[in-house]
Structures are given as C-alpha cells and as structure tokens.
Nanobody
C-alpha cells in the first residue's frame, strides 16, 4: 500500500533547528516531492519542492533558513530548518507525486516557542 510518512517535528526554541524527513512507499516512479505547511484558518502554503533531478522551488522568505533535499534511492525527502521563528509554527505536510497524482502525508507538527 502506498504511503507517505513524515517524521521529525516537535517543539523547538526560537533560533533552533529541526530536520523533517518524509519516507515514501510508492506505487511507481516518484517525480516531485516537497513540503507545505498550514496554520489553522490559513491556506496551506508551499515551503519547498524538489524534482527528481534536483530542481528546487522554494518560498523566497525561507531561502537561507530552510533547505530541501532528497535521496532517490530511498524515496525520501528532507527539510532542514534552521533559525526557526515562532512564525514557522505550523503543521508541515509532505507530498510526493507519482502516477500523475500528488500523495500526501498526515502532517507533522512543528512548534517554535520559548
């Protein structure tokens, strides 16, 4: 059964770092993979996405703090988040595209607070 499973969320102090991972058990070749985040009452927004070839699209406000990468041999995508701010508090969702469909994980909570 196809699965998209995120891990690595949690509570961190402002200025701290977290690394999110997303492991995919796919029913085909995985194309784009990426991360979105959502705060209650606000539309889900793109954080970063990466193609199978490594082309990256990223929200400009997060460049320099967040880095996306992937390991095609493991069907895994990562999000390294540094210099975290309280405004980064959200549920972070991973997606992976295969078979022409975006498959989503359940999300992992990231809370930035002192």
């Amino acid at each position: 059964q196809a699965q998209v499973v995120e891990s690595g969320g949690g509570l961190v102090q402002p200025g701290g770092s977290l690394r999110l991972s997303c492991s995919v058990s796919a029913g085909g070749l995985v194309n784009d993979m990426g991360w979105y985040r959502q705060v209650p009452g606000i539309q889900r927004e793109l954080v970063a996405e990466i193609s199978r070839r490594g082309n990256i699209k990223q929200r400009p406000s997060m460049k320099g703090r967040f880095t996306i990468s992937r390991d095609n041999s493991k069907n895994t995508v990562y999000l390294q988040m540094n210099s975290l701010e309280p405004e980064d508090t959200a549920v972070y969702f991973c997606y992976a595209n295969w078979g022409g469909v975006d498959h989503w994980g359940q999300g992992t909570q990231v809370t930035v607070s002192s």
